[in-house]
Nanobody, 121 residues
Framework: QLQLVESGGGLVPPGGSLRLSCAAS????????IGWFRQAPGKEREGVSC????????HYADSVKGRFTISRDNAKNTVYLEMNSLKPEDTAVYYC??????????????WGQGTLVTVSS
């Protein structure tokens, strides 16, 4: 069974940090770009970040540039999202997803179940 499992979400005060993990089971993340997406209450899902299969290319939404860092450890079949200087508007359910291509996250084929990040004092 192809599965992605996110972890690391929680409640954090404004200005705080969290590290999300996305672990794959049933398939390898090799040769696949991986993206992080989020959906805030009452809003559409949006792309947050994408990392190429090699890790050599990364992309970020303007709203998170300079605050979030995506990385991957292919040996552990895991992708991470380091989130710093969190703001209340970062509150959302965060999902990771696997692309069938090595470079782009515009099309994804496997989704995780999501992890909730709440930024509040």
């Amino acid at each position: 069974q192809l599965q992605l499992v996110e972890s690391g979400g929680g409640l954090v005060p404004p200005g705080g940090s969290l590290r999300l993990s996305c672990a794959a089971s049933g398939f390898t993340l090799d040769y696949k770009a991986i993206g992080w997406f989020r959906q805030a209450p009452g809003k559409e899902r949006e792309g947050v970040s994408c990392i190429s299969s090699s890790g050599g290319s990364t992309h970020y939404a303007d709203s998170v540039k300079g605050r979030f860092t995506i990385s991957r450890d292919n040996a552990k079949n895991t992708v991470y999202l380091e989130m710093n200087s969190l703001k209340p508007e970062d509150t959302a359910v965060y999902y990771c997803a696997a692309s069938p291509t090595p470079a782009l996250c515009s099309t994804v084929i496997v989704w995780g179940q999501g992890t909730l990040v709440t930024v509040s004092s």
